[in-house]
């Protein structure tokens, strides 16, 4: 069997990060099996329309690997990918459902609607189109449609027995068909709803397996309804639970963390984000966590797919980041730094390369990386109790003799450079005595300001450069004093 997937998001403006991850499990799939992975804009909510939202789309999955076989931007056998372009296609399958009594002409206004909507809920039952228009007869039908009288075209759903289907995550479904309503399959203006494009396109593009989010579970038996009308094969369905951040709580805008965009701005590399987020709902079988795109390709399978709702854990995918991180090349590395650096940092003063090799196994997300170099640019006011340190054996009296020791030292290197910084401070504190800790913790302290550091007291000083190593020692020596 040639499988054939597709990926089909409304253009909203931004990828949930559930969208992205609908989306690698539907390439997948299809590249599994050797097969095709097809993109289709679904815009036929024309009032949602948002500038510039199908480049998002684009850019994301291209930045992701999941490049499609079929789509809007590339073409293929079955466009054209974007529902708003094929507008033109869907009438005549309804028309076609309408003479064989799937469906029907309804006419009823949306005061109609609502008035009989606010009297069914009034006597607490959930309202269901009651099939009014159904009633109508062909000449009057004929004479409203002749008059340009406003319509919609509605499924004619079976009111007994029940519709069931076989979904390869959920097992079977079953509804009481008395629970279909007669859902819209064309609009007043003319498009089709989500609900009947989706069927035609699937059918009409080959779609040998829909995976889709789970709140489409519930609706699929009406689908499923239409698929029998027209005589069409039915797809195999695979819906994918919910991408939850805990037990209770889904991804949320307003808490930064739904949308794939939110991650790369933070400084997520797309390779950690996509590795963690196959594994949100997929288990593998094994306890192997790293994967390529091509290695997802080659270890998925649908049966690893779970029930539950996959727990999207930050904390986890931080981890993942800073793994990735740790594994680039330093060149990458060194380039993807630099702007970060460059938000407090002047690249004229500073040795990006040497701060980068400092930082690069010190970076979870990179847009932590300011606030932990701030410090070179920017000597924090701190509190004299940093270098009070027991283990270190560094007490206040112990750190003013260790600065006074190493004050004329570095004022006295011809060479500013790591070594014979790290050579002359050695020297004297073999001379003086002291323990190594006892003089470097202070060393340390009064150069960064601040506990952790990426490098220790010799890097620093050497990123900081004579002048600015000597002007916190004085002033760190005149406070102590
Ligand atoms: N356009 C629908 C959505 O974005 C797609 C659902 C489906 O894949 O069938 O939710």
Redesign the pocket.
Request: aromatic share 18%.
């Given at each position: 069997m040639n499988v054939r997937t597709?990926?089909?998001?409304?253009p909203t403006g931004f990828m949930h990060m559930g969208?992205v991850r609908?989306a690698l499990y539907a390439y997948l799939l299809a590249k599994k099996y050797g097969g095709q992975f097809i993109l289709r804009i679904?815009d036929t909510d024309q009032g949602r329309l948002v500038e510039g939202a199908t480049e998002v789309i684009y850019q994301t999955l291209k930045e992701c690997g999941l490049n499609w076989d079929e789509g809007p931007d590339i073409g293929g056998p079955c466009g054209p990918y974007i529902q708003s372009e094929r507008k033109q296609l869907y009438l005549p399958y309804a028309q076609q459902l309408v003479k064989s009594g799937h469906a029907y002409y309804c006419f009823c206004t949306k005061e109609e609607l609502d008035e009989r909507r606010a009297a069914a809920e009034a006597r607490g039952e959930t309202f269901k189109y009651d099939k009014h228009c159904l009633h109508l007869s062909q000449e009057e039908v004929d004479r409203r449609l002749a008059d340009h009288v406003p319509y919609v075209i509605r499924m004619n759903a079976p009111t007994e027995g029940e519709t069931s289907y076989h979904d390869l995550v959920f097992g079977d479904i079953s509804m009481p068909n008395d629970t279909l309503d007669d859902m819209v399959l064309i609009k007043a203006d003319g498009m089709p709803t989500?609900n009947f494009a989706?069927v035609i396109d699937?059918h009409l593009m080959g779609i040998t397996h829909?995976?889709?989010?789970m709140?489409?579970l519930s609706s699929t038996p009406k689908y499923n309804l239409l698929y029998q009308a027209f005589g069409w094969e039915i797809p195999q369905y695979i819906h994918l639970p919910t991408v939850m951040r805990d037990a209770q709580h889904k991804l949320s805008k307003r808490d930064g963390d739904a949308y794939y965009s939110d991650f790369i701005d933070k400084g997520y590399l797309t390779e950690a984000l996509i590795n963690y987020l196959a594994l949100v709902g997929w288990n593998p079988g094994d306890d192997r966590e790293f994967f390529t795109l091509d290695e997802l390709v080659d270890a998925f399978d649908v049966k690893g797919i779970n029930r539950a709702p996959g727990i999207f854990d930050v904390e986890k995918l931080r981890w993942f980041n800073f793994e990735y991180i740790r594994k680039l090349p330093f060149e990458t590395y060194l380039s993807k730094v630099t702007p970060w650096f460059d938000q407090v940092l002047d690249p004229a003063r500073f040795d990006y390369r040497r701060l980068a090799e400092l930082m690069q196994d010190r970076t979870e997300i990179f847009s932590e990386v300011p606030d932990k170099v701030r410090f070179l640019s920017q000597w924090p006011a701190f509190d004299s109790a940093l270098f009070v340190n027991k283990k270190q054996k560094s007490t206040l009296e112990s750190a003013l003799v260790s600065l006074r020791l190493v004050e004329p030292i570095l004022e006295g290197l011809s060479d500013w450079a790591e070594q014979p910084i790290h050579d002359a401070v050695m020297n004297a504190i073999a001379e003086s005595g002291m323990k190594n800790a006892t003089v470097l913790w202070p060393m340390r302290i009064a150069l960064s300001g601040q506990l952790a550091t990426p490098g220790g007291a010799f890097e620093i000083a050497y990123l900081l450069g004579r002048e600015e190593s000597l002007r916190r020692i004085r002033a760190s020596i005149e406070t102590l004093s």
């Open positions: 597709r990926f089909a998001p409304s969208g609908t679904e989500y989706n699937d829909v995976m889709r989010g709140e489409y």
